[in-house]
């Protein structure tokens, strides 16, 4: 049977999303979340289910009955031949990896952590990097979902909504259940090192082509990067992974431990941002390794912060970086998180950021104690004029009037949602600015 309990307090990993639900439920079948749906239907309640809460905007937020999926955490079907594997949705990514491991299998491509549920990992579009390579709603080749009238629908690679369900924003339903297309597992070499931003955009096309996954970060008011290249190693070459002290210095010290101090000191001064950027940018060394893929893939990251991102045509990333350049040379505003890009390919998803078109994608990220109204604003007026599609789970304040110009599948997503959830039983105000009333 579902627990239940009455309300209290939910909030996301950053800190700046709360909402107070009437009722938190944690069902452990696609019945049991069939009939919260129609019981909060009936009630005149609205649904949202919940995963990790490391979406930055109010997407999973909800004054109605809150439905955390932790209990569907299990794999259901394996055929390793194929490489598709069947899970209960509320899975996490970091569970999954294991569960892949045991298979010999992997996931093609993860983003930066891993504690996401793989159904709100989907519902947002969450992605990597790799130029050849897509997010991870790419991989979804079925699910089951449970409508707002409480029906229970298998949608597979045929069915008229498979376009829509991938990247669903959580506004078609609840899904309980997801097949993935995974590959053979594999090893990636990984190097990281700094590098001069100008140096690193004149070799950016090569670099982009070149590499598996090829990402940099650039330390804002200064010109210093670190740039990473992981590669897919071949078979039989041995595990190298990184040292435990070069761990603890770089991972935990440098990037985690230093680094909220550094945040917490900056606060009171935030004019020594630009020396403190430099500092840093010179401090992280050039390290390689080699790993299993979510290890290299997947970084601690203990220093909470908020986040803004924007998926741009690939070929518009040098004009907007020096967009940005310009804005920092002129702002009073001093930052002191890295901005981090990151590639994709174009993929068919209708709400994808990367629909139809090779993207890159620019992430800027404040400290979670220092209002970033101002930063993410200027960033957003950028990533807009070169055409920016804004990550469904990272903070942006665009509505469906700009967003239905960004995506051309975006009214046949909205006629699906009308069959999926006629009553709008998974509405919230998030929705509502983004999809339309
Ligand atoms: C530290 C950090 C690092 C991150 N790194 C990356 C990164 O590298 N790349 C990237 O793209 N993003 C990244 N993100 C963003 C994150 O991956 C997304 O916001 C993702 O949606 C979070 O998953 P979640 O399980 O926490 O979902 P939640 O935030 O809890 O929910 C997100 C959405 O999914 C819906 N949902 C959840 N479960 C279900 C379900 N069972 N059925 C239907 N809808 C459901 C919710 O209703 C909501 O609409 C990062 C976030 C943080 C905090």
Redesign the pocket.
């Known amino acids: 049977m579902s627990t239940t309990w009455q309300s209290s307090t939910w909030q ?3 800190r700046n999303v709360r909402s107070h639900p009437t009722r938190v439920v944690e069902p452990r079948s696609s019945d049991e979340v069939a009939a919260v749906v129609r019981a909060g239907a009936e009630a005149g309640l609205v649904v ?9 905007t109010p ?2 937020a909800t004054d109605g009955i809150l439905a955390s ?1 932790r209990h569907l955490d299990r794999l259901l079907h394996h055929d390793v031949a194929t490489g598709r594997v069947t899970v209960q ?2 899975i996490s990514l970091h569970a999954l990896n294991r569960v892949l491991d045991g298979l010999g299998l992997a996931l093609p491509n993860l ?3 891993d ?3 793989v ?3 989907v ?6 990097t790799g130029a050849r390579l897509r ?1 991870i709603a790419a991989a979804v080749v079925g699910a089951r979902l449970v409508t707002g009238t409480g029906d229970v629908v298998d949608v597979d690679e045929q069915h008229p909504w498979f376009g829509a369900v991938r990247v ?3 506004a078609l ?4 259940e997801v097949t993935l297309q995974c590959v053979p597992a594999f090893l990636l070499r990984a190097r990281e090192e700094p590098a001069r931003l100008p140096a690193l955009l004149a070799a950016l096309p090569e670099l982009v082509e070149a590499h598996d996954h090829m990402e940099f970060y650039w330390f804002p008011h200064t010109d210093r990067a670190l740039l990473k290249r992981n590669d897919r190693v071949p078979e039989g070459t041995e595990r190298r992974p990184v040292g435990r002290v070069r761990h603890l210095l770089d991972d935990e010290l440098l990037s985690n431990g230093a680094f909220e101090l550094l945040n917490r000191a900056v606060r009171l001064r935030p004019s020594v941002i630009p020396r403190a950027n430099e500092l840093s940018g010179s401090l992280l060394g050039a390290r390689e390794y080699v790993d299993h893929s979510h290890a290299v893939f997947v970084s601690p ?1 203990r220093v909470r912060f908020v ?1 803004s ?1 924007f998926a741009v045509p690939r070929e518009a990333l040098p004009d907007l970086i020096a967009a940005l350049q310009r804005w920092f040379s002129r702002t009073d505003e001093r930052v002191s998180f890295p901005i981090e890009v990151r590639f994709a390919a174009d993929d068919d998803v209708w709400l994808s950021t990367a629909h139809d078109r090779d993207s890159a994608y620019v992430a800027v990220h404040q400290y979670h104690r220092t209002d970033p109204t101002a930063y993410f604003a200027a960033t957003q007026d950028i990533f807009t004029a070169h055409e920016g599609r804004p ?1 469904w ?2 903070m942006h304040t665009l509505d469906a009037s700009y967003l239905a110009e960004r995506y051309p599948r975006f009214e046949d997503f909205l006629a699906v949602r009308e069959d999926a959830d006629p009553h709008r039983t998974f509405a919230n105000p998030y929705l509502q600015r983004v999809l339309g009333p």
């Open positions: 996301n990993w950053g949202k289910a919940v995963g990790a809460g490391h979406s930055f997407i999973a999926l949705a509320g983003g930066d952590v504690p996401q549920s159904a709100g990992a519902s947002t579009g969450t992605h990597g997010g669903g924003l959580g339903g609840v899904l309980t990251r986040e991102e990550h789970g990272k």
